[in-house]
């Protein structure tokens, strides 16, 4: 029997510039289907409430598949589950170039959630562990700061390749829309290989003489395990539970800029290919600023704190998806997108770092799982009712509703605001000390 590869732990640099490749190779390509996924769906023939009825089904995989999958790779590996999710990737994106019908779409959104419950958490929690295994006690805030800025530079760049392969559009017999969609998906397969080549993680000890299906046995009995002090820590801990709470409210503002937009712009500029040639350079231009954004947070929470910055960011992000439903014409709505998405940079990474000081080395996928779990399904539940608000009455009156809502997930950080004015009066949960 062959023994498990050997892998040293890099030291934090090294896990650093893996953590920030893969950001890029992961995230680079939906730069080029982000503004164009749900044109791309109406092209096709869907209505709006069929796309986003489509939407809530990849929102609603995710929340049933968070948790197991999480359990298992905190238990397993993050390494394994990763690849999963990348190879996933790229059979839900192949389904999504060819489809022509609802079901087809469908089929490809509920692979899609696959791969973002697979996703969600294991390199961040890989890094986050490799780095304290290197360097106890150390704070990882900059480096989540710097992979918002690296996720936005690599969406920004998408957006901009995907707005110059619509207006070269060299098949005339096809969609302007098409080329973009099918180099998404053979970028998703650079992502696996880079996957494959970089990401390196050394077996836990008690794995060490365990071979991979027998380690996989004792892993999937270990999840549940794993699930249940997950959802425990959420029960005990306020703190946790407020952030967590934070994402129910965020999910919805995020069906404003991420879903309407492409669509209110279709109806201000006069129809989907229209639409799909301007939002290339509108989403480069949105994540570009969310890369600023990003970085602006880092700095930001320096001056002020963690908590405090992602609350002001929170509310800031919340009013702009309003100001996006008010506005009346295509330059003054690319302006609120923009204002929007810098917000929105800054409060990522704050929040990803309120999460990482609630979380143990042992459940901190499972952590970052339920997060997501919760904005998946509020994005699941809340994205076909605003559908058919949006048909009932207007896309704007749906855009406004939902940034009105948002704004009232920044209260429930007043938790995690106590706790980092008054750091002795926090729950016990292994959070790092930071170091100077």
């Not at 609802?102 to 509920?110: D, K, Q, R, S, Y």
């Not at 700095?299 to 405090?308: D, E, K, L, Q, T």
Request: hydrophobic residues 55%; contains cysteine.
């Amino acid at each position: 029997m062959s023994s498990p590869r050997s892998y040293a732990v890099l030291s934090a640099p090294a896990a650093r510039r893996v953590f920030l490749t893969l950001t890029f190779t992961r995230w680079f390509p939906v730069g080029l289907v982000v503004g164009l996924l749900t044109l791309w769906q109406l092209e096709r023939g869907l209505s709006v409430a069929q796309a986003m009825t489509i939407s809530s089904a990849a929102g609603l995989t995710i929340f049933v598949l968070e948790l197991p999958t999480s359990g298992f790779a905190d238990a397993f590996g993050r390494r394994p589950v990763f690849v999963v999710s990348a190879v996933v990737n790229v059979v839900a994106s192949g389904i999504l170039l060819v489809a022509h019908s609802f079901w087809a779409f469908l089929a490809a959104a509920v692979l899609m959630g696959v791969f973002r419950a697979l996703d969600s958490g294991p390199l961040e929690a890989w890094f986050v562990d490799t780095v304290h295994a290197t360097a106890p006690g150390s704070d990882v805030e900059g480096s989540l700061a710097a992979q918002g800025t690296v996720l936005g530079v690599g969406i920004a760049t998408g957006a901009l390749v995907s707005g110059g392969l619509v207006w070269w559009h060299p098949f005339a017999g096809a969609s302007a829309l098409v080329l973009p969609v099918a180099v998404f998906v053979s970028l998703n397969v650079v992502h696996l290989l880079a996957v494959l080549v970089l990401l390196r993680e050394p077996p836990s000890a008690e794995h060490l003489d365990t071979s991979g299906a027998r380690r996989a046995l004792a892993s999937a009995k270990e999840s549940p395990a794993v699930v249940r002090e997950g959802l425990g820590l959420l029960r005990d801990n306020r703190v946790l539970r407020g952030i967590v709470t934070v994402e129910l409210f965020w999910s919805v503002a995020m069906i404003v800029f991420e879903t309407f937009q492409p669509i209110r712009l279709a109806e201000l500029v006069g129809g989907e290919e229209r639409a799909g040639a301007v939002m290339g350079p509108v989403a480069a231009a949105g994540w570009a600023v969310f890369a600023v954004g990003a970085a602006l947070g880092g700095w930001c929470s320096r001056r002020i704190g963690v908590a405090r910055t992602a609350i002001l960011a929170r509310v800031l992000n919340g009013l702009g998806a309003v100001v996006m439903g008010l506005v009346a014409g295509p330059a003054a709505l690319v302006a609120a997108y923009g204002v929007t998405y810098l917000l929105h940079g800054s409060a990522g990474p704050m929040h990803s770092a309120l999460l990482h000081r609630e979380a143990r080395a042992r459940n901190r996928t499972t952590v970052l799982s339920m997060n997501s779990m919760v904005a998946s399904v509020a994005f699941g539940v809340a994205a076909p009712l605003l559908g058919l608000l949006a048909e009932r009455t207007s896309t704007q009156v749906a855009m406004v509703a939902a940034g009105t809502f948002s704004i009232g997930g920044a209260w429930f950080y007043r938790h995690a605001l106590r706790c980092e004015r008054h750091p002795a009066s926090s729950p016990s949960t292994g959070r790092p000390v930071p170091v100077e």
